[in-house]
């Protein structure tokens, strides 16, 4: 979380004191006087996530100066997006109530905290019935179950679930070598140049063929992937980043596996040399199969395949490591992102160049690739799924599964790779003080 004082970064926002709200905003350069305007109203953590802009222009607060206002508001909105499964931001003012693990409504001190609704939900309803339902409800509970979040309520914390993360790398690995086994029964029936000649194509019709173009895009790709595994190594949620890389790629795969099946494109052009091959038996398929997953499909590995155009599996892997290196790496590393996308879009126009692939081919595989990545880590930041479980476990089973354990934002904290605990192995001294002072903050 950045842009958060450090001794509040596990926190729940809605539990922050008044204190520790004036410290947050002395954080974000805002001037002594609008500190103590909000001091002196009490503005708490749980107050602050429910200020919008209208409460910032009008009484009691009355903000005067327009760029106040509107830095204000969005910080305000930085501080919600980081904050998900812990508050419904949709009632201010309502009273909450805290739940055990089991549901009901004893104090337990869990601190997990729902607006009450009508309908028993977790405050998705936001008629005035339910209001007027929530403050009978708040006339009538006693003190003890109707309450305001308690202070200083930890977030859980992010778990490196190991076994997720071989789960998701088990999931990829079969989604790969299923993939590759698809590529082989396309090249079976790829289309005779002779009937079925190269489709027009505004790119490969006015950019001329270059036949060294297409080594370059795999070595911009490499370029990625080394970057990645670099970021993976000191990131100090690299389990979580591994499963995320996984889940992704492995459904990207699946989805263009089903692609090529429907339908066989002709070859993009007559360089290729590209004709159906019969390997035979479906032993001597799977054998194919293997040679090309281990291969990673890239052409200076000597793979070479006919018949996967739709949609290129290059542009996919460089898109994915793309977003993924920009999406945990802090933003002061402008120059690395620049690099990235340089190195993604280049990558792009050097399939192009060779005429490896349509230019449909291209723009539907980093389409694909970046708006599910985008969803994916929508979904995960936050609580939109999270109130509704069983919608999410129907139509979202691998992200219910994989990010059941996830409730805020990923920060982008790093560490050595020896410094990780990892499973049967004794902590070091250093880290069990650092347990030590966990415990205590």
Wanted: net charge neutral.
């Amino acid at each position: 979380m950045e842009q958060v004082p450090v001794a509040l970064i596990d926190i729940a926002v809605d539990s922050w004191t008044i204190h520790d709200v004036e410290k947050w905003l002395a954080l974000q350069n805002f001037s002594p006087d609008l500190r103590e305007l909000l001091k002196s109203h009490e503005i708490d953590g749980y107050s602050l996530l429910r200020i919008t802009e209208h409460d910032l222009r009008t009484a009691p607060l009355s903000l005067t100066k327009l760029g106040v206002i509107k830095r204000l508001a969005g910080a305000i909105a930085a501080l919600k997006s980081t904050t998900i499964a812990k508050v419904d931001i949709t009632k201010p003012g309502l009273p909450v109530k805290e739940e055990n693990s089991n549901g009901n409504g004893n104090q337990t001190g869990s601190g997990v905290c729902h607006v009450f609704s009508s309908d028993g939900g977790d405050g998705a309803s936001s008629s005035s019935s339910d209001t007027e339902e929530v403050e009978q409800k708040s006339v009538d509970s006693p003190p003890s179950v109707l309450k305001y979040p308690p202070q200083h309520r930890r977030l859980p914390p992010l778990k490196p679930e190991i076994g997720r993360a071989v789960i998701a790398l088990g999931y990829f690995l079969v989604a790969t070598v299923w993939t590759a086994f698809v590529m082989v029964i396309v090249h079976d029936r790829v289309p005779d140049m002779e009937k079925y000649p190269p489709l027009p194509d505004f790119v490969l019709d006015n950019v001329p063929l270059i036949p060294w173009a297409f080594d370059l895009c795999e070595v911009a790709g490499f370029i990625l992937a080394l970057t990645w595994v670099t970021v993976l190594l000191f990131h100090k949620y690299r389990f979580i980043l591994i499963r995320r890389y996984f889940v992704l790629m492995g459904s990207i795969f699946i989805l263009r596996s089903i692609c090529m099946l429907i339908t066989s494109m002709s070859v993009p052009g007559r360089h290729l040399k590209c004709a159906g091959k019969n390997f035979g038996d479906s032993g001597l398929r799977l054998k194919q199969a293997l040679v090309i997953a281990r291969g990673f499909g890239m052409s200076i590995q000597g793979v070479r395949t006919c018949g996967d155009y739709m949609f290129s599996g290059h542009t996919v892997v460089i898109t994915v490591l793309n977003h993924f290196i920009t999406e945990y790496t802090p933003k002061r590393y402008r120059m690395v992102h620049i690099a990235s996308w340089v190195l993604n879009l280049f990558g792009m126009f050097f399939i192009l160049a060779a005429h490896e692939h349509y230019s449909i081919d291209v723009f539907i595989a980093f389409y694909i690739s970046s708006r599910l990545f985008l969803y994916y880590h929508t979904l995960a930041n936050t609580d939109i799924l999270r109130r509704f479980p069983r919608r999410a476990n129907l139509y979202f089973p691998l992200y219910s599964f994989f990010e059941a354990d996830v409730y805020r934002v990923v920060p982008n904290e790093y560490q050595s790779f020896f410094s990780t605990k990892w499973p049967f192995v004794r902590l070091s001294h250093s880290d069990s003080i650092q347990d030590d002072l966990g415990k205590h903050r």
